[in-house]
């Protein structure tokens, strides 16, 4: 595949709702019969994709005009929380995910945030790994509602 992808902050022009949400529903199909409880990703819909950008600061990742990637940024009072990364398969490789979280860090010093955050399932060891490897470390485990175990580790990054 060739180019670079190119990175932006979604707008209020964006309309390719559908197609945001088949991206995030591919990228995070491996999870199906591997976490529990289900990824909150199975209760999204165009129209709260759209309600989530008004809320929260979106970027998505496009390549030879084809959307690729996304990830989504909320502020909270010490740090922006970052969320639904996802990368297409087809583009996996090309640094796009670490663009787009490279966007969010961009987005966070605007903010005047010190930190990222992110959460992922106990269950996703390669995803522990990855995020280590972009300099998170793992802050604390914690529960779904119902479940008498950690289900998710919360990964923060300080930033410079």
Request: charged letters at 30%; a neutral charge.
């Given at each position: 595949?060739?180019?670079?992808?190119?990175?932006?902050r979604?707008?209020?022009?964006?309309?390719?709702?559908?197609?945001?949400?088949?991206?995030?529903?591919?990228?995070?199909?491996?999870?199906?019969?591997?976490?529990?409880p289900?990824?909150s990703?199975?209760?999204?819909?165009?129209a709260?994709?759209?309600?989530?950008?008004?809320?929260?600061?979106?970027?998505?990742?496009t390549?030879?005009?084809r959307?690729?990637?996304?990830?989504?940024?909320?502020?909270?009072?010490?740090?922006?929380?970052?969320?639904?990364?996802?990368?297409?398969?087809?583009?996996?490789?090309?640094?796009?995910?670490?663009?787009?979280?490279?966007?969010?860090?961009?987005?966070?010093a605007?903010?005047?945030?010190?930190?990222?955050?992110?959460?992922t399932?106990?269950?996703?060891?390669?995803?522990?790994a990855?995020?280590?490897?972009?300099?998170?470390?793992?802050?604390?485990?914690?529960a779904?509602?119902?479940f008498?175990?950690p289900?998710?580790?919360?990964?923060?990054?300080?930033?410079r």
């Amino acid at each position: 595949m060739a180019g670079k992808a190119d990175i932006a902050r979604l707008t209020q022009a964006f309309d390719r709702w559908d197609e945001l949400l088949g991206l995030i529903m591919r990228a995070f199909a491996y999870m199906d019969g591997v976490i529990d409880p289900p990824s909150s990703a199975h209760r999204l819909t165009a129209a709260s994709l759209r309600d989530k950008a008004g809320d929260e600061v979106g970027f998505i990742a496009t390549l030879d005009g084809r959307l690729v990637g996304c990830i989504f940024a909320a502020e909270r009072d010490d740090a922006i929380y970052v969320g639904k990364l996802a990368v297409d398969d087809s583009a996996r490789g090309l640094g796009i995910g670490r663009a787009l979280m490279l966007a969010a860090e961009r987005h966070a010093a605007e903010r005047g945030k010190p930190v990222l955050e992110l959460q992922t399932r106990i269950e996703l060891a390669a995803n522990h790994a990855t995020f280590a490897k972009m300099g998170f470390v793992e802050f604390e485990r914690t529960a779904h509602d119902g479940f008498d175990r950690p289900t998710s580790i919360t990964f923060r990054k300080t930033l410079r």
